[in-house]
């Protein structure tokens, strides 16, 4: 008998707050096969999908099959989304690399376009994860009322709400804030590291390069010069000759 989820109270976020939203080049762009009218278009989705679910998709990372199957029509977007979340790629950097509770806020952040509510919804999750395993976490994930309502069949999950226009400052991308490993693996692997591998120099805009003649191109000759001044003689009233003193006779 699968346990059924557990109930846990939403709090409220940006997402969940209705608004009047203008358009401008910080709002989302929302990706649907609804509004396509070339492959062009088409590409830009499939790229859109990659990164909300892996952030960046190297050529080994990416799913063919399914990438062909949804420009055939054969599955929807829901689909291309719901074999990203069960492919390798995805078990090995997220699942595999980080505890159930870390997994489950990933796949809310990537897959809902929010962060979770509280631990409790963690929790409640996590047991789901720990049950039913990741294919039916991420079935009642994607057949959930929250990602039906937002996405539907046909739109690339993203993050609502990000950009509010009363505050300067919007929330912070998911790949940014929370990273693909957890700080344990992190810690595993060594990172963060720095290797500088050559010297490090300085950009100098080329309208700020000094010309020909510039004063400061001499700056480095002349501190190697080392002059050295005159020494100061030093004079004593015992040592003057009353000879060499001009007076009136």
Known sequence: MAIPLLSYAPKSQNERVSGYEVAGDEQPRIYSTESLFDSSEMDELIEAAYRQIFFYAFKWDREPFLESQLRNGTITVRDFIRGLLLSKTYK???????????????????????????DREKIAWSIV?????????????????????????????????????????????????????????????????????????????????????????????????????????????MNISLDLVPYRK
């Open 92 to 118: 090995n950097s997220f699942y595999e690399k980080n505890s159930n509770y870390r997994f489950v806020e990933h796949c809310v952040q990537r897959v809902l376009g929010r962060d979770v509510y509280s």
């Open 129 to 237: 994860v720990a049950t039913k395993g990741i294919q039916g976490f991420v079935e009642q994930l994607l057949n959930s009322e929250e990602y039906m309502e937002n996405f539907g069949d046909d739109i690339v999950p993203y993050q609502r709400r990000r950009i509010l226009p009363g505050r300067v400052v919007g929330d912070l991308p998911f790949n940014i804030k929370s990273p693909r490993y957890d700080g344990y693996h992190r810690a595993q692997l060594g990172f963060p590291q720095i290797v500088w591998q050559n010297q490090v120099r300085r950009f100098i805009p080329q309208e700020k390069q000094a010309k020909a003649g510039d004063p400061s191109q001499f700056l480095s000759m002349a501190r190697g010069i080392n002059a050295k001044g005159n020494p100061v003689p030093r004079v004593s009233a």
